[in-house]
């Protein structure tokens, strides 16, 4: 009985630790997002190439960030849904000194311009940064859905650099070609690396150009 009691004692223990590690990855992952947020309404204040490479990649480098360290799936839905909300708060809290901005459709210069210019804009991107959490984490499996996670997230990544990069793009920023966008470009091979190891990194990286690719097609047909 004595060594029944002991190992219900270390199952309480570890559930109690477990819990307390969940909860704090959800605190976390709300305030610096927050803070990240906050750091992106300053810099929309200075050169615009240097806030276009902020954003959207820090949020993006944080979300996975988030997403592939959550303890389960439902986790990294909900923790990836914080780590979104963080800056959106930290942002809308911004455009409050700005004169002639609206909360939900930003106008004004700096915060006002930083996720999007009305309410639907605003919730896609969200939805796509907690998207982003979501496949981090399921590339962390090490099978062929592990694979098309991780391509397809590095994929989606390397697309925002292609928008700002390309000529006539409704994200087009002049001047982002040729060094902005090597700075992506070694950011999005580095997250591969990060996310995948051996033989698995060609299958991801093939997934990854596949979705590029079929932006790029798209996006010349246009």
């Not at 029944?4 to 270390?10: K, R, V």
């Not at 979501?134 to 859905?145: K, T």
């Not at 991801?204 to 246009?222: D, E, H, Q, R």
């Amino acid at each position: 009985m004595a060594g029944s009691d002991h190992t219900l004692e270390y199952d309480y223990l570890a559930g109690d630790r477990q819990e307390r590690a969940i909860l704090l990855h959800m605190v976390l992952s709300l305030l610096v997002g927050m803070i990240l947020g906050a750091a992106g309404a300053l810099l929309s204040y200075g050169p615009q190439l240097i806030h276009s490479l902020y954003e959207p990649y820090a949020y993006v480098l944080f979300v996975v960030i988030v997403g592939r360290t959550a303890a389960g799936f439902g986790w990294a839905a909900l923790t990836s849904a914080l780590a979104s909300f963080g800056p959106l708060i930290a942002l809308l809290a911004a455009t409050i000194f700005e004169s002639g901005a609206n909360l939900l459709n930003f106008t004004a210069r700096g915060p006002g311009m930083v996720l999007g210019s009305n309410g639907p804009t605003v919730n896609l991107t969200v939805a796509t940064l907690a998207t982003f959490g979501v496949l981090a984490y399921f590339s962390g499996r090490r099978d062929v859905w592990g694979d098309l996670a991780c391509g397809a997230l590095v994929g989606i990544v390397a697309i925002d650099g292609l928008d700002k990069t390309l000529r006539g793009g409704p994200e087009y920023i002049r001047g982002f070609w040729p060094w902005d966008t090597l700075l992506v470009a070694v950011f999005v091979i580095g997250l591969l690396l990060a996310l995948r190891r051996g033989r698995s990194l060609s299958r991801c990286a093939v997934v990854a150009l596949t979705v590029l690719s079929a932006a790029f097609v798209f996006a010349i047909g246009m």
